[in-house]
């Protein structure tokens, strides 16, 4: 009989449901599972995969190295997976997540095609009561939320839209069969990171292309390559110390900003340190030096080297003017990682739209209306991004005490301590959730070291006759201090980036993240678990 079956009298429940079943939940499965625990997770898609499940759109790749983006807790499984090129496609992520489920016998663990529609904490014995659209209803002394913060798709409001004749995609929900848009009038909405990677395969295939934009975005590319027998070799090699690096860094890669600030080196220095960045690609560039996002005249050098690089392959200066963002430091939204982005805008068959010059206004039967034009389209690529963060947490009813929903306690933004635990809600845990550095670091890494403090709590509180662990309300609001804190010392705040909730209408404004840097991050954990978990409350 298992502690929880002990402490409750009953037989149906479980120690641990987890919600989802990407990287995060996954692990979470393998983890708890091995301290003996009983899980259960729950999963909305057919498969798993999570996010990587979802978004196979044309040219959906992660934008973290792929040697990297990849589990760290087994040396057997880095050991015996072989990555094809340096930044790794969808399809290739789900080949891997799918090998790592058959490897860990991970799948007699998990319901499919089964979203959780709440969860409600029982105030005397500190369980949660999880219910399914599919009407189960089952039990257990911890609830995590491995939901992810990139699952909750945004699609516009714009008036029409349910009357248009055409095919209609979503980058975040694309068929699984094949879209062929040989021959066809494409319209691609959104340039952020999804419209980025599609916009040149779209491009390839369609007779006329045009891109709608609202708001430029930085991009570098990604100077992707196949990785060769000897790269991997060399990587499986010093995987160990590749690792270390990335555990003790500030996004969870092994790349080592530049030992001086910006303006302390010559120009020629600063102009091959953006250089060697430049050639490593994508979200990186932002790292190159220290001080890059915290000193504007440091900012102000990377984006000089920026746009120089930009302009140099667009053909029409126009054009590369509204393809450069001006409204926002470089690196204060995540920088994309591109193949050909901006050469694509040289094809005579592709236009770009600025809806900040001419909104869009209405769309009909036959394509969009902007202020200034119609265009008629066969096909609409809906690229318009996520409710971050907190999107698909609000779409459960998760009651905690006295019956509140977390989404109204969050009502004017997400409150968590560590981002990990909420006051109000005991033994409910959260990964990768708010709070924490989240998509500021690799979230594979970032997974791993949310479940490990997960498993140990847990491990702590039945070794010490513990039932629940609890955030108090006044670490709580500490915590959210911090976040304030550190995000002001800083040129985050300066974007209207999904970071801070400003790509959702009605969402409350405010940096989401801990901008301190990913081992920084780790420290803190460390700490409170050390303290004998400092700012929870373990009950009896």
Not at 87 to 103: C, F, M, P, S
Not at 385 to 402: N, P, Q, S
Request: aromatic share 10%; hydrophobic share 40%; proline share 5%.
């Amino acid at each position: 009989m298992s502690i929880s079956e002990e402490r409750s009298g009953r037989n149906d429940s479980l120690d641990a449901i987890v919600v989802g079943a990407g990287f995060a939940g996954l692990y979470a499965l393998h983890k708890l599972r091995s301290q003996g625990l009983s899980v259960r997770v729950f999963e909305a898609a057919p498969e798993i995969g999570g996010t990587w499940y979802y978004n196979r759109y044309p040219g959906a790749r992660c934008d973290v190295e792929s040697v990297d983006y990849c589990y760290s807790f087994s040396a057997e499984l880095e050991q015996q997976w072989d990555w094809s090129e340096k930044y790794a496609t969808q399809g290739e992520i789900l080949r891997y997540l799918n090998w790592v489920a058959d490897k860990l016998n991970l799948r007699d663990g998990i319901t499919f095609n089964t979203r959780v529609t709440s969860a409600v904490v029982d105030e005397k014995t500190l369980h949660w009561t999880v219910t399914t659209d599919s009407g189960q209803t089952l039990t257990a002394r911890f609830c995590v939320m491995a939901t992810g913060p990139l699952s909750a798709a945004l699609t516009p409001d714009f008036p029409g839209l349910d009357s248009y004749a055409g095919q209609l995609y979503h980058t975040a929900h694309w068929p699984h069969e094949a879209v062929d848009f040989t021959g066809k009038r494409v319209a691609v909405i959104g340039t952020g990171s999804s419209g980025i990677q599609s916009i040149p395969i779209i491009a390839e295939q369609a007779e006329r292309l045009f891109v709608f934009q609202r708001t430029p975005n930085y991009s570098v590319p990604a100077g992707n390559r196949p990785l060769s027998d000897e790269d991997r070799a060399q990587i499986k090699a010093t995987y160990a110390e590749r690792r270390r690096l990335s555990w003790r860094s500030g996004g969870g890669s092994p790349h080592i900003a530049h030992p001086k600030l910006t303006l302390q080196v010559t120009p020629e220095e600063r102009w091959a340190a953006f250089e060697k960045r430049w050639e490593l690609g994508g979200v990186l560039f932002s790292k190159t030096f220290s001080d890059q996002m915290i000193d504007m005249a440091a900012n102000e050098e990377a984006r000089k080297f920026y746009e120089e690089k930009v302009r140099a392959v667009i053909d029409d200066p126009e054009v590369a003017e509204l393809l450069i963002p001006d409204d926002h430091p470089i690196g204060t939204k995540r920088i994309c990682t591109d193949t050909n982005y901006f050469q694509t805008f040289n094809e005579p068959h592709v236009t770009l739209v600025s809806v900040r010059q001419t909104p869009i206004v209405s769309v009909d039967a036959d394509g969009i209306n902007t202020t200034a034009a119609h265009y008629g389209v066969d096909a609409i690529v809906l690229a318009t991004g996520f409710d971050a963060m907190t999107g698909a947490l609000a779409k459960i009813d998760i009651v905690g005490r006295g019956g509140e929903k977390l989404r109204d306690d969050w009502a004017d933004g997400p409150r968590t301590y560590l981002g990990l635990g909420v006051d109000g809600f005991p033994n409910l845990f959260l990964v990768s959730g708010p709070g924490a550095p989240a998509v500021l670091a690799n979230m594979v890494l970032h997974a791993e070291a949310h479940v490990n403090w997960i498993a140990d709590a847990i491990a702590y509180l039945d070794d010490h006759g513990y039932t629940a662990i609890e955030a108090t309300a006044d670490a709580v609001d500490n915590w959210a201090a911090e976040l304030d804190q550190r995000a002001e010392a800083t040129l985050f705040p300066k974007a209207n980036s999904w970071y801070m909730g400003a790509n959702v209408p009605g969402k409350p404004r405010g940096f989401m993240l801990f901008i301190g840097g990913f081992a920084a991050y780790l420290d803190i954990c460390a700490e409170v678990a050390a303290a004998g978990y400092k700012g929870f409350e373990l009950l009896k």
